[in-house]
């Protein structure tokens, strides 16, 4: 079954505990992102990647790192979480667009549930 | 920069009665708009799509026209029921002319409540 997988998918950690969110992807997409979801502001992007070893800053990257060492594979790092990253976070992906098309479906995971205290 | 509008939540309909989320949207050239849909626990799921204006979406009973006269993408439907419960959100895939570069924006979402 084609899927995006995140684990964990619930975590309450405290500030300053690093911690790793992982997503992998198996429909061999070349596009990745992180979002954060939070009540009344949407989804925001955090980080995207655009294949292996290309990654780059969304709209709101303070405070998170990423890598793409593996075309599945897009983790997200929170090196020393504050509880302003307490948040609903969403990894997706997508099939790179042809030529000049105008990119289509994401495809998401099912969400994971951070709390910083 | 690109942006999109939905109205705001949530709207609560009893079962059977017709629905309507508004989506406005501003964008340089010629976005995909599309529906997603997020189901309690869930992740996002597209739900329809439209790549061009006057194309029409639509998947379950729901509808959404790409109108580029008036920038929207309203999604609709005729008779809601108690499953279509669930958090919609309205976006759009186009070129940010600052970056080059193409990106998703979604708006903040609409929940809707159907009532038995």
């Known amino acids: 079954e084609a899927q995006v997988t995140q684990n964990p998918r619930y975590l309450i950690t405290v500030t300053g505990k690093k911690l790793t969110v992982t997503c992998s992807q198996n429909?061999?997409?070349?596009?990745m992102s992180w979002y954060r979801q939070d009540p009344g502001l949407g989804l925001r992007q955090i980080y995207y990647s655009m294949n292996v070893e290309v990654t780059d800053k969304g709209d709101v990257p303070e405070g998170y790192k990423v890598s793409r060492k593996e075309k599945r594979n897009f983790p997200l790092i929170l090196e020393s979480p504050s509880p302003n990253q307490t948040s609903l976070y969403f990894c997706?992906?997508?099939?790179?667009?042809?030529?000049?098309?105008?990119?289509?479906?994401?495809?998401f995971g099912e969400g994971s549930r951070l709390t910083v205290l | 920069g690109n942006s999109v509008t939905q109205m705001e939540g949530p709207v609560t309909l009893s079962e059977e009665a017709f629905l309507t989320i508004n989506c406005t949207y501003t964008a340089t050239g010629y976005p995909s708009l599309f529906w997603y849909v997020q189901y309690p626990g869930e992740g996002l799921q597209l739900l329809l799509k439209?790549?061009?204006?006057?194309d029409k979406g639509s998947n379950k009973g729901f509808e959404a026209t790409y109108r580029k006269e008036t920038t929207s993408f309203h999604l609709e439907k005729g008779s809601v029921q108690v499953s279509d419960s669930a958090v919609y959100f309205c976006a759009l895939s186009g070129l940010e002319t600052t970056s080059g570069t193409y990106k998703y924006i979604f708006g903040t979402g609409t929940r809707l409540k159907v009532l038995a």
């Open positions: 429909m061999n997409h070349e596009y």
């Open positions: 439209a790549t061009k204006a006057d």
């Open positions: 997706a992906s997508r099939p790179r667009s042809a030529g000049v098309a105008v990119p289509g479906e994401l495809f």
